[in-house]
T-cell receptor, first 114, second 111 residues
Framework: GEEVAQTPKHLVRGEGQKAKLYCAPI?????VFWYQQVLKNEFKFLIS????????ETGMPKERFSAKCLPNSPCSLEIQATKLEDSAVYFC????????????FGSGTRLTVV | SQQGEEDPQALSIQEGENATMNCSYK?????LQWYRQNSGRGLVHLIL?????REKHSGRLRVTLDTSKKSSSLLITASRAADTASYFC???????????FGAGTTVTVRA
């Protein structure tokens, strides 16, 4: 399809619970990016993939965050033992290449940790 | 960390007026991009300007880039209520391989 599909739209987790977010990139786009947006402004880069390989994970809090992009499956971002500060909107984006084209973003998953 | 800083943080204009917002960045770039975010939605790519370009147009949008001053501006002409949104600049730097976003400018267009 021509849109990046993110599920679920909303997710509520108790502190310490696991959260798993999904992203289906546009078919034919080799690159997938995850960003975290807190308080409607700053977009923090988390991780990127080139196909199923991690391309850049410099933004990932590695202790509790993990991500995968497996063939023929949606990409996923998992947060183990969520904390209150993980409350944010998580956006996935895809692009045919990195640094040449703009990104196409999904509508995001709003994670609320209570 | 944030690469770009945007100015102003918020802008309120009357329908039909022009809106101008600015973005400054710190390191050398391959390109600079502008995105729009409507409330509760994802980012929509508006325009990409390469480091060797100085000006680019797309419909009612005009983007300028001054690499010597490390700054860019986005002009929206003849604004409409539907232009109400937050606008973000993002830079792509060599050897960084990812877009770094500014904090955004919130534009409100009054009918």
């Amino acid at each position: 399809g021509e849109e990046v599909a993110q599920t679920p739209k909303h997710l509520v987790r108790g502190e310490g619970q696991k959260a798993k977010l999904y992203c289906a990139p546009i078919k034919g786009h080799s690159y997938v990016f995850w960003y975290q947006q807190v308080l409607k402004n700053e977009f923090k880069f988390l991780i990127s993939f080139q196909n199923e390989n991690v391309f850049d994970e410099t933004g990932m809090p590695k202790e509790r965050f993990s991500a995968k992009c497996l063939p023929n499956s949606p990409c996923s971002l998992e947060i183990q033992a969520t904390k209150l500060e993980d409350s944010a909107v998580y956006f996935c984006a895809s692009s045919p290449a990195t640094g040449v084209y703009g990104y196409t973003f999904g509508s995001g998953t709003r994670l609320t940790v209570v | 960390s944030q690469q770009g800083e945007e100015d102003p943080q918020a802008l309120s204009i009357q329908e039909g007026e022009n809106a101008t917002m600015n973005c400054s960045y710190k390191t050398s770039i391959n390109n600079l991009q502008w995105y729009r975010q409507n409330s509760g939605r994802g980012l929509v790519h508006l325009i990409l300007i390469r480091s060797n370009e100085r000006e680019k147009h797309s419909g009612r949008l005009r983007v300028t880039l001054d690499t010597s001053k490390k700054s860019s501006s986005l002009l929206i002409t003849a604004s409409r209520a539907a232009d109400t949104a937050s606008y973000f600049c993002a830079t792509y730097s060599p050897n960084d391989y990812k877009l770094s976003f500014g904090a955004g400018t919130t534009v409100t267009v009054r009918a």
